[in-house]
Structures are given as C-alpha cells and as structure tokens.
C-alpha cells in the first residue's frame, strides 16, 4: 500500500507547533512499525502517481487546503479540534475564511475516515461538521521519549542558560483566547509568585494576542515576575525537559482544548498540575491532575493547594508519572496504521 502524508501545511507556522510535531512524530512512528507498506511525506500530494492513501494530518478550517477532487481512492483526515467554532465569540471569520470554512466543511464529508485526539472533540465534528459517529477514530496523541525527570545538575545548568527564576509556575504554549492566559497573570499578580510562559507565539511581537498580554504584564505590575521563552531548543528536548522539570507546577488555565499534550509532558517530567477541567483535558489527565474551573479564583486556589500540600504534590506526580504510559506515539502510530488499512477495505 502507497501512503502518501500531506505535509504542505509545515511551510506555515504549523511547523513548529503541535500539529508540526504530531506529523513528525507519527511519520517516524509508523516507519518505525516496519510493515511493507510505502510512506511518502510530500507537500505536493497531486504529483505522485497512483497512490492508495492520502492522509491529510491538519483540518485547517479557514484556508481551501482541501483539494476539491480525490488524489487517492482513500482519503483520510486529522482534525485536531474544532476551537473555532467551539468558541466563536473569539474566533471570528471574515468574508473570505468564512467561504474557505464553507468550503472545507463540504470536502471534509468526502474522507473516508477521520481521526482525532479526544471523545470530546469527536463529540464536536458530530455536532459541527455533521461527520458520521462510525467514520470518526479517536487516536490519543504520545508523549516524546525526550522528556523524562532530569537530574538537578541538568535543571540547575538550564535555569542559567535561560535565566530562570529558582521557583517557579510554568505554561507551555499557545496564546490563542481559548488559552485563557490572562486569567493566568491575573493569578500569579495575585499569588505573587513567579511564572515561566515557553512560547513560540512571542516571536511575533506584532501578533495582537502578545501585545495585549505584554500591556496586561506592564498594567499588573509583574513584569519582575514573568520570565518568557519564546525559543527553547525542541529537538531534542532536553532543554524543555529541564524546564518542565524545574517547575513546583505546571498550570494549563485553557478554556478549551482538543487534547493537551502539555500536560501529559509535564507528569512526564515528574511535575504535578494543575488544570482547567474543561474539554478534553479531564479525558486526558485522568486523577493525575488538580482539576479546577477556569476561573480566577478557582485556578488560583488550586495552585495555592498544590504549593502548600508536598504530600498531595508527591502523589499527583506519582500518578502522572504511571498515567504518561499509557499515552505512546508507537500505539498512536499502530492505530493509525489500522485506519488506513480498513479504510481501503471499504
């Protein structure tokens, strides 16, 4: 079988997100399973020559990425989440993402399977895309071998190079509204404790997300207490790894997600976390995490019960450390693999 990975959405910034490494990630995995079938990464699907399968690894909502006939007999699709629509008050279209979003919504109906993160954003294409419940194929993402408990020479060693603070709350990450970061630095003003913000995000000082979280950070008064990263070595990640590590806890204060892979990379350090109890995220931390309500208060009494009870800290990160096993891009990669070829059995 000819298998052909879409990957003409990494020249965007994709590339160095998640939807980026998902592909790697997944592509080194399934080669990795050694079967006979042929794997092409390409970022021009409709040159290759009689191919059986196209995956497409990103639903991108509001650009025509979708060729508007079949290149393959089978077509499958990822869609991540569906952020967008979930929270439209955030994320408005204009005239022509509106159309691309149309039109998207149209070809996506052609896949012969889609694949995604989460129950709960299988939950969201039934509701939103109107995709038959029996073509969707929930398929956790993994967790890089990469990061691990490192030593406290290494945390030590890292926290130099990036000038980090000895103790510290930590945020991997995105900024888009559903992160809910303001609410975030509404907390660490209020706890008075500092905060490390790793993202990519505030390379791009003209995005209109970062200059009003730079502003929020000036109006708080906490700019002694924030320290961002917006570059960190990834591949490997061990310079991530030792950030993860360094932290007393990790927060993701998110509104919505479609999986949370942040979270299940930190219990992977040894860090407990605290999280918002929203979308998927209780799906994917199980009892490994302190669930609270997005919300002011709620984050910042969750975060304050972590800090002060060391027993509870020690038996989050216990549990984290067991819950990480059961989320490996190998068996992402099988199940992956197990689309494909009962899909072009249909």
Partial sequence: MKIVINTSFLNSEHKTRGIGRYTKKLVESLRALGSD??????????LVKSPDVIHYPNFDLFRKSLPIFPLAPVEIITI????PLRMKDFFKPGLRSGL???????LVK?????ITDSEHSKSDIIEFLSIPPEKINVIPLGVDKDFNPVTIQKIKSVQKIYSLPEKYLLYVGDVNPNKNLPVLLRVVAKLKIHLVIVSRAFEKNSLPEIISLRQMILDLGISHLVKVLPSVQ?????????????ALVYVQPSLYEGFGLPVLEAMACGVSVVSSN???LPEVTGDAAWLVKPT???????????????????????KGLARVKKFDWGK???????????????
């Fill in 296 to 318: 002011e208060i709620n984050l910042a009494e969750g975060i304050k019960k972590l800090l002060s009870d060391s027993d509870l800290r020690r038996k989050l990160i216990q």
């Fill in 100 to 106: 691309a979003l149309w039109i998207q919504s149209i």
């Fill in 278 to 280: 929203t979308s998927s």
């Fill in 332 to 346: 992402t990669a099988a199940l992956t693999l197990k689309v494909y070829e009962k899909a072009v059995q249909l």
């Fill in 234 to 246: 990834m591949d490997p990640a061990d310079d991530l790894a030792a950030i993860y590590s360094g």
């Fill in 110 to 114: 052609r896949m012969k399977a889609v």
């Fill in 37 to 46: 079938h042929k794997i092409l990464l390409t970022s021009k699907v409709e």
């Fill in 80 to 83: 991540h989440d569906l952020t």
